[in-house]
């Protein structure tokens, strides 16, 4: 087929160098490429296509969200603006405090549309009534975004007491504690309902398994509390227990999550990757967040089918210092470098990433959480220098 | 010094107590063993009933037998029964049984880095008190449509008012200046909500005591960081299950903290962080510290101050020597040679006078 030989002959340039999704077909690639067409894959290695590229510049949502959000994505704009990075970014305002859902409900549609987002926090606040869903959880269970997955790995220049750590953390992103159905049926007596289904269980845990191959990775380890909630998590670790069987080549056990937490605070080089339910997922990657350095560290990604939302990690506001210009803007660069990656712009991804992890070697330049007295746009202005040291990009790295 | 308790001092027969000794699976049986070997050399006026729980059986015979003995007895001291995965779900944990039939509504965990144990943090001492009945453990689970399980968590007003009273009792009583209240209720308004509203009904009787709450996320990560800011905390039960096993990880291991379940009439002791250690069973590599404490904490809970304070203190000193530290501190040292130790300590500081009793 025409198609496939052109595919074969591809130049180098047009196979992915890093990041997700090498085994994607590649005449699918092309074809949808040369035809601008967003076609749904039914692969579910390579689960989302790239997007769309109108005049070579890809566009992207951006959602400043609260607190800190907003100033550290102005920050990644101008980063990218400086490094002629080939993004547009549409911006849409989530307002925390009113009631209706018509904002949110703006953001989800201008992220079908585009397909990636990048988001700062929304607040939720705790003074509207319970039925005043979380945005940000809206915003998941709407896009369908299963999958979060987080790498926690000790960055050079940081110092922490941890060294070396290096653990990817795939957490189910839709379903279990947070799918906010709660009743009081008698007064003071109040029934949380956590919902665990094969479907979404097999999801997660074939796409943990296949991020593991594809990183190359020797083991998955599934954190449950089933002695406790025996359907539930039953559920969940036997999904695990039937995918693992398909991966012979990657070891697979199972942890209480009482026990992992303990394992990660003394021993945390004994876990490789770790796939689990919403609510342990929460705790166990604020803690690995914590063993790396803190929340101004480590970028988080949400995948979906065909979404994809990139944020900081632990998901902080950091509403006492916002505008302070005292915020640690790793988190967010880093997590725009995941963007970029997905993008399949991978040489501006690995220019930037390289500019920011240079950066932190300077402990002069570490911010408040991490012990110093940087502030965040001396930070980013030492990571342009950077970029502008390592001299222009020529057509052949592009 | 011991947290507040409502449980009046059990009755002394002949002035000695008698306590129900349940030794659970894996390390429990050695452990307890070493306990009792303690107590009679060192003349404790405890008398042990022995009630033994078969994990693999699913009649309900053994629990009952056991709930009874505790409920004769008033206090116990136990292993961790191991939950076997292959049974049914109908099967419920027996642990689980235990402390909701006996309605011991107070998990309570101190955990204090140990001079001589070698830690990545210095100078932590937080008290966790957890919810022990209801919340997520309520073994309340069903599966409506196939493939879908629906899991309830439960959370009451009265017994979120009941343990926040006890944690804001228990730091009055020890001198602590801070109630931290751990949460999700950003994600789930109502039960979590409902427990924080309570605990700040609670608080608003205390006045000297600071109370202020934190989500669990954020917890766990400031615990990995900076432990020293934390006091007392108190928390529904699966955060306290997470958050007791992150401070026991961060003060040296499960081998050194122990724990007290406390309700109204009963109590019972047990390590912290439950676990059966069913891989070093019988091999004389466990670390007893954790179950040793535990039998002190018994002892302060029977009012008998003078000998917990004795164990206690040959204890501690044990646990300074290096050379003793078992496998999960490090070394290689043997359970026997600890329990050995303990009772040489407790040997040289000589015979006990009246006046010390």
């Given at each position: ?20 999704g ?28 790239p ?17 800190i ?59 509207m ?21 987080m ?48 479907y ?29 909630m ?7 670790l ?32 004994q ?28 970028p988080g ?34 997590a ?16 930037i ?13 570490h ?11 001396e ?7 950077n ?8 057509t052949?790295?592009? | ?76 001291l136990?292993g ?37 144990v ?5 100078d ?49 009583q ?7 209240a ?50 007392v905390m ?12 992150v ?17 109204k ?9 439950r ?18 404490l ?35 501190l490090?070394?290689q ?25």
């Amino acid at each position: 087929m025409a198609a496939s030989s052109a595919a074969l002959s591809l130049p180098k340039v047009f196979r992915p160098v890093l990041g997700l999704g090498r085994s994607g077909n590649p005449a699918k690639v092309w074809a949808a490429a040369a035809s601008c067409r967003r076609e749904k894959s039914t692969f579910v290695g390579r689960i989302i296509p790239p997007p769309a590229k109108y005049g070579g510049r890809h566009t992207v949502t951006l959602i400043p969200g609260d607190g800190i959000g907003p100033e550290l994505l102005n920050h990644v704009r101008e980063l990218f603006r400086f490094s002629c990075v080939p993004v547009d970014f549409e911006v849409v305002n989530v307002n925390s405090s009113v009631a209706t859902e018509d904002d949110i409900h703006n953001a989800i549609t201008a992220i079908r549309r585009n397909g990636v987002a990048l988001k700062g926090n929304i607040e939720t606040n705790h003074n509207m009534p319970p039925s005043h869903k979380s945005r940000n959880n809206l915003l998941r269970t709407s896009l369908d975004l299963f999958a979060n997955m987080m790498h926690c790995q000790s960055l050079p220049g940081v110092q922490t007491r941890h060294k070396n750590i290096d653990i990817i953390i795939i957490r189910e992103n839709t379903e279990g504690e947070y799918s906010s159905l709660e009743h009081e049926s008698v007064s003071g007596v109040v029934e949380s309902l956590k919902i665990i289904t094969r479907y979404n269980s097999l999801r997660i845990a074939d796409y943990a398994f296949r991020l593991a191959r594809e990183k190359g990775r020797r083991r998955v380890t599934a954190v449950h509390k089933a002695n406790i909630m025996k359907l539930a998590d039953g559920l969940f670790l036997q999904c695990c227990k039937e995918v693992a069987s398909g991966y012979p080549d990657i070891q697979f056990d199972s942890m209480i999550v009482d026990n992992t937490t303990m394992q990660l605070v003394s021993k945390p080089h004994q876990f490789d990757v770790m796939v689990m339910p919403n609510l342990y997922g929460n705790v166990v990657s604020n803690v690995c967040a914590g063993l790396v350095g803190g929340p101004g560290l480590v970028p988080g990604a949400n995948y979906g089918t065909n979404y994809a939302v990139f944020e900081t990690a632990t998901r902080n506001t950091g509403k006492s210092i916002a505008d302070k210009n005292i915020a640690n803007p790793t988190a967010m660069l880093l997590a725009s470098c995941l963007m970029l990656d997905h993008l399949r712009l991978h040489d501006y991804a690995n220019m930037i990433r390289g500019a920011v992890l240079t950066t932190m070697n300077e402990t002069r330049l570490h911010t408040a959480d991490i012990g110093g007295q940087g502030t965040t746009s001396e930070v980013v202005q030492s990571v342009m220098k950077n970029i502008q040291s390592g001299g222009p990009l020529t057509t052949e790295q592009i | 010094y011991p947290p507040l308790t409502t449980i009046p001092p059990p009755a002394k027969y002949g002035g000695r107590h008698t306590v129900t000794l349940i030794p659970g699976d894996g390390i429990g049986p050695e452990l307890l063993t070493h306990v009792r070997e303690l107590f009679r050399f060192c003349c404790v006026p405890v008398d042990f009933e022995i009630v033994s729980i078969d994990s693999k059986s699913t009649s309900d015979d053994d629990m009952n037998n056991a709930i009874t003995a505790i409920r004769r007895n008033g206090v116990a001291l136990k292993g961790n029964i191991e939950t076997n995965h292959n049974l049914p779900p109908s099967h419920i944990s027996r642990n689980n049984i235990l402390r909701t039939s006996l309605d011991l509504y107070a998990n309570v965990i101190h955990c204090q880095t140990l001079p001589g144990v070698r830690t990545r943090h210095r100078d932590v001492d937080i008290i966790i008190i957890r919810e022990n009945t209801e919340g997520e453990y309520s073994s309340l689970e069903h599966e409506n449509v196939p493939g879908v399980v629906e899991c309830l968590k439960i959370i009451t007003r009265k017994k979120s008012l009941r343990i926040a009273e006890y944690a804001f009792n228990a730091a009055r009583q020890n001198g602590r200046r801070r109630v931290t209240a751990v949460h999700k209720a950003n994600i789930m308004k109502l039960g979590d909500g409902l427990f924080l509203q309570c605990c700040k009904e609670v608080a608003a009787g205390y006045p000297e005591i600071t109370f202020d709450s934190m989500i669990v996320d954020n917890t766990t990560m400031q615990l990995v960081s900076k432990p020293q800011q934390f006091d007392v905390m108190v928390m529904p039960n699966l955060y306290g299950s997470v958050i007791s096993n992150v401070c026991a990880g961060l003060v040296g291991g499960p081998g050194l903290v122990p724990g007290a379940n406390y309700g109204k009439d009963y109590a019972v002791f047990e390590t912290a962080t439950r676990n059966t250690g069913k891989s070093i069973a019988n091999k004389n590599i466990a670390n007893p510290t954790a179950t040793l404490l535990a039998s002190c904490l018994m002892l302060d809970h029977l009012r008998l101050h003078g000998y917990a304070s004795m164990i206690r203190k040959a204890i501690l000193a044990t646990v300074s020597e290096t050379r003793l530290h078992t496998a999960d501190l490090g070394g290689q040292g043997t359970t026997s040679e600890v329990v050995q130790s303990v009772m040489r300590e407790i040997e040289s500081k000589g015979p006990r006078t009246s006046e010390q009793i």
